[in-house]
């Protein structure tokens, strides 16, 4: 059996810019990109915490150190700067790679630099 499972996270990044001229996909900080285990051209899933739109993009490399965090095409309409995004990547497992996968998670401040690196931390129930 294959399991879809988490495999980078940019977790609630400030989008800089909303271009809806530019041909598609999201602009990453290739530092934010790296950190999160994410390939220029990866699908990713961006999530907008501030007004709940959900789309499905793929992530280009932005200059390093930039902080960029820039949403292309269409998603321009729905998500705007200043909005908060989680940026997510998904990768299959087979069921022994997926009982010790760990994802790259990746917690920036407002400026979108790096404050945390770490796996998902699963909640757990007291």
């Not at 598609?24 to 739109?53: F, Q, R, Y």
Request: aromatic share 6%.
């Amino acid at each position: 059996m294959r399991r879809k499972m988490l495999g980078g996270k940019v977790h609630r990044a400030t989008v800089t810019e909303a271009d809806v001229d530019y041909e598609g996909s999201i602009t990453l900080d290739a530092d934010l990109l790296d950190a999160a285990g994410i390939l220029p051209n990866e699908v990713v899933h961006v999530w907008d915490t501030t007004n709940g739109a959900r789309v499905t993009t793929y992530a280009i490399p932005g200059p390093r150190g930039s902080g960029d965090v820039c949403v292309n095409g269409a998603a321009a309409h729905l998500i705007r700067p200043g909005d908060k995004v989680i940026v997510v990547s998904f990768v299959e497992l087979d069921d022994t790679e997926a009982l010790v996968w760990q994802p790259r998670c990746v917690f920036v401040d407002d400026h979108n630099r790096i404050v945390e690196r770490r796996a998902e931390v699963a909640f757990k129930r007291a």
